[in-house]
């Protein structure tokens, strides 16, 4: 998981501002995904992309957007219309389901966003 | 969708001892069930898996069961020690023959190891 990053560590934002988290790999997965994580509690699943140019909404889309215009790259915007935006966010990546089987996923090491 | 279920949500035991942590799940399509431990602050770091083939899987101190008919998969880490102490998240997924679908997790359980 060494090669997944993240950027920055901390955002800070005001408030009806929109913030594009970044993520990237060099491990050569296909998966990407992203994931929110609250104080006491599991991570919740936003959006993931199995393929370049392809994804698709997890389970608390709303507010937020991605694009897949890299298989590196998988870029998350937290716009305005995201009601409680302050939260750990976490990428994860992994080579792709085959053969009937999915693959591991592995973590970044997150970007924690405030909303000031 | 798939959910998820974790218990308990605190578990603390002396250095040495076992410690089990239980969860079910609610989509018997699901067939990938890992578990990650997660440090204060740290990224989640996968420590076992198992695939719904197997009904139980070992690496060392840590064990993970399942049971696909009951619809519950259980951690286990035995003798326990001081840097076993944190967040353990168990999560589930099936696959749906698309490609990587996410994970659906269950909300964590604290692990305290008393010295």
């Known amino acids: 998981d060494g090669g997944i990053t993240q950027s920055p560590k901390y955002l800070f934002r005001k408030e009806g501002q929109n913030v594009t988290l970044s993520c990237e790999q060099n491990?050569?997965?296909?998966?990407m995904y992203w994931y929110r994580q609250d104080p006491g509690q599991g991570l919740r699943l936003i959006y993931y992309s199995q393929i370049v140019n392809d994804f698709q909404k997890g389970d608390i889309a709303e507010g937020y957007s991605v694009s897949r215009e890299k298989k590196e790259s998988f870029p998350l915007t937290v716009t305005s219309a995201q009601k409680n935006p302050t939260a750990f966010y976490l990428c994860a990546s992994s080579i792709a389901a085959s053969g009937g089987r999915t693959d591991t996923q592995y973590f970044g090491p997150g970007t924690r966003l405030t909303v000031l | 969708g798939e959910n998820v279920e974790q218990h308990p949500s605190t578990l603390s035991v002396q250095e040495g001892d076992s410690a089990v942590i239980k969860c079910t799940y609610s989509?018997?399509?699901?067939?990938?069930f890992p578990w990650y431990k997660q440090e204060l602050g740290k990224r989640p770091q996968l420590i076992i898996d198992?695939?719904?083939?197997?009904g139980e899987k070992k690496d060392q101190r840590i064990a993970v069961t399942l049971n696909k008919t009951a619809k519950h998969f259980s951690l286990h880490i035995t003798e326990t020690q001081p840097e076993d102490s944190a967040v353990y998240f168990c999560a589930a997924t099936p696959y749906s023959g698309g490609g990587a679908d996410g994970l659906t997790f269950g909300k964590g359980t604290h692990l305290i190891i008393q010295p």
């Open positions: 491990l050569n997965h296909d998966a």
């Open positions: 989509d018997s399509a699901s067939n990938y």
């Open positions: 198992i695939r719904s083939n197997v």
